[in-house]
């Protein structure tokens, strides 16, 4: 299995910039389809970007295209998410997920990943 630790949350205005890191251990890294995920209080876990294996394909939330941009370094088993022009609504708790099983496209949904980071808090206030 594959254990993941999260970093890069923290506090941010509106219209600030913010890079989370998923650095992996265990296994081995470029198996793995990559995603982030956020979870804001009272709602449910959303999708926010994937990337596959090679980090030739991603996808993105609708609200996020254009403003987040997901990437990975095999060589030192990281995955990023880089946040520009954060908005109030982008607050919510973010995690890093992998998905073992997938190879063509990141899958959208939280029961296709099978190892998930602790969260780390993204807060952007006005």
């Known amino acids: 299995q594959v254990q993941l630790v999260e970093s890069g949350g923290g506090l941010v205005q509106a219209g600030d910039s913010l890079r989370l890191s998923c650095a992996a251990s265990?296994?081995?890294?470029?198996?793995?389809?990559m995603g982030w995920f956020r979870q804001a209080p009272r709602k449910e876990r959303e999708f926010v970007a994937g990337i596959t294996r090679a980090g030739g394909n991603t996808n993105y939330k609708d609200s996020v295209k254009g403003r987040f941009t997901i990437s990975r370094d095999n060589a030192k088993n990281t995955v990023y998410l880089q946040m520009n022009s954060l908005k109030l609504e982008d607050t919510a708790v973010y995690y890093c997920a992998a998905d073992e099983n997938d190879y063509y496209f990141p899958r959208r949904i939280p029961v296709e990943y099978d190892y998930w980071g602790q969260g780390t808090q993204v807060t952007v206030s006005a």
């Open positions: 265990g296994g081995i890294f470029s198996r793995y389809v």
